[in-house]
């Protein structure tokens, strides 16, 4: 009797936390959604939502989604299976609106304009420009060559910390393309954190 009541209550548990997951994710994916200049892929919107979670897990503001986002390590980047169960059947077509609800997320002036800036940055690159530059970031490249089915989120807030706060944050490497400065081994500028490469491109034409 005491095992079958232990069993519901862990599935109930299970639920619940499944429930949290899949609000947070639908939160945030119905955010990036309704802010994108035009329709995004599903490939994109993934990436648009890991560096998103990212900015707020550096900045120590994830708690406004609500819930975590738990990120998997798939073939193609980092994904939300919650945000894939939602969109798996569009493919690779955009997005509509339509498909996007009203966003009830409530967010800070502060979370809201760290959002607005990885848009600013992340949102510039194409689905496979912004697939490519997620394979170069070490919490899914780890994950995926030691085969974990989950991004460690302690991994994921220590390194967005390091990556969004820098001192020397640079653009993305896959930033324009495959021939970026990067990746073609040309000096770039140097910014202060996520927030001043954000700033920085709404002032300055890209290079």
Not at 3 to 18: G, H, V
Request: charged content about 25%; proline content about 6%; hydrophobic content about 35%.
């Amino acid at each position: 009797m005491l095992s079958t009541a232990w069993r519901q209550t862990t599935i109930l548990n299970d639920d619940f936390e499944a429930h949290m997951h899949q609000s947070a994710a639908d939160l945030l994916a119905d955010w990036i959604l309704q802010r994108c200049e035009s329709p995004i892929t599903h490939l994109k919107l993934q990436k648009l939502a890991f560096y998103g979670y990212g900015a707020l897990l550096a900045y120590g503001r994830e708690e406004e989604l609500g819930g975590e986002l738990i990120f998997e390590p798939w073939e193609h980047g980092p994904v939300c299976r919650a945000i894939w169960r939602r969109f798996k059947d569009v493919d690779a077509s955009p997005i509509q609106p339509a498909s996007a609800a009203p966003s009830p997320l409530r967010l800070s002036s502060e979370s809201e304009s760290l959002l607005r800036d990885v848009l600013e940055i992340y949102g510039s690159l194409d689905a496979w420009s912004l697939r490519q530059q997620s394979h170069l970031e070490k919490p899914w490249r780890d994950a995926y060559q030691a085969r974990r089915q989950r991004i460690d989120g302690n991994e994921l807030r220590e390194f967005f910390k390091e990556k969004f706060l820098s001192t020397t944050f640079r653009y993305p490497e896959y930033f324009g393309g495959s021939s970026s400065l990067s990746l073609d081994g040309i000096p770039q500028a140097r910014f202060d954190g996520l927030r001043g490469l954000a700033s920085h491109l709404r002032t300055s034409p890209a290079p």
